[in-house]
């Protein structure tokens, strides 16, 4: 699986779950951290944990496990790496806070139009 593949089946399982402002982000021209960057707002801290534990089961299911989770005990932020894809999920103020939108936008926006 590609690394793009990665990060669209994983928006698809955060767009399943009712997951806002989904975003993926090209970022391999730009940083060596990883290749894609995924994006999304639960509405809730609740609902963010349900998202990013509804990406690593799915994932999990078709053999992929993340490198390293972070943020759970934060109830506001959760990051799944897995390796060439960063999953970034937030509760609405924590996407403002930290505003990786912002901090990452000489990256290429992803089309996400396979998700309506």
């Not at 639960?42 to 349900?50: D, E, I, P, Q, R």
Request: aromatic residues 10%; negative net charge; glycine residues 4%.
């Amino acid at each position: 699986m590609t690394s793009l593949e990665l990060a669209k089946e994983a928006s698809k399982f955060l767009n399943e779950k009712k997951a806002l402002e989904l975003k993926i982000v090209k970022i391999e021209d730009i940083s060596s951290l990883a290749d894609y960057f995924v994006f999304a707002t639960g509405t809730s801290n609740t609902h963010v944990n349900a998202l990013a534990d509804e990406v690593e089961v799915q994932l999990k299911k078709i053999g992929v496990t993340p490198d390293h989770i972070e943020g759970y005990r934060s109830n506001s932020w959760v990051l799944l790496d897995y390796g060439h894809v960063i999953i970034h999920v937030f509760t609405p103020d924590s996407r403002e806070f930290y505003d990786l939108d912002r901090l990452w936008q000489d990256g290429q926006l992803v089309d996400t139009s396979f998700l309506n």
